[in-house]
Nanobody
Framework: ELQLVQSGGGSVQAGGSLTLNCSASGFGIGAADMGWYRQVPGKDCELVSTITENGVTEYGDSVKGRVSVSKDRDKNTLYLQMNTLRPEDTAVYYC????????????????????????WGQGTQVTVSS
């Protein structure tokens, strides 16, 4: 089935690095706009990064210069490389895919444009300790 399965979360010390993975099945990520978002319980999701079908990237202000998003089309996997992590980066991180279809997802985040995400990963916890 079409799904996104995340891995790579965990606990790190402040200043450390972590790579998150988002493995897609049932569709090719090369044909999708993809995104990373993070959420603290009781709070709205925050944009981390997006990458278009054509590889154009955007980053949220809070993570600019510290994270990098990429696609491995051969492995059909989306990555988020995070460096110089801070305690305020602690959150549940979600990946998402916009396939341009009419599928309405069970979404952990309320996202208003420009993307209409059809699929979300299950989320993975990132904890950064001081």
């Amino acid at each position: 089935e079409l799904q996104l399965v995340q891995s790579g979360g965990g606990s790190v010390q402040a200043g450390g690095s972590l790579t998150l993975n988002c493995s897609a099945s049932g569709f090719g990520i090369g044909a999708a706009d993809m995104g990373w978002y993070r959420q603290v319980p009781g709070k709205d999701c925050e944009l981390v990064s997006t990458i278009t079908e054509n590889g154009v990237t955007e980053y949220g202000d809070s993570v600019k210069g510290r994270v990098s998003v990429s696609k491995d089309r051969d492995k059909n996997t989306l990555y988020l490389q995070m460096n110089t992590l801070r305690p305020e980066d602690t959150a549940v991180y979600y990946c998402a895919a916009d396939l341009g279809t009419a599928v309405v997802p069970v979404s952990p985040c309320n996202i208003v444009g420009p993307y209409e995400y059809n699929y979300w990963g299950q989320g993975t916890q990132v904890t950064v300790s001081s």
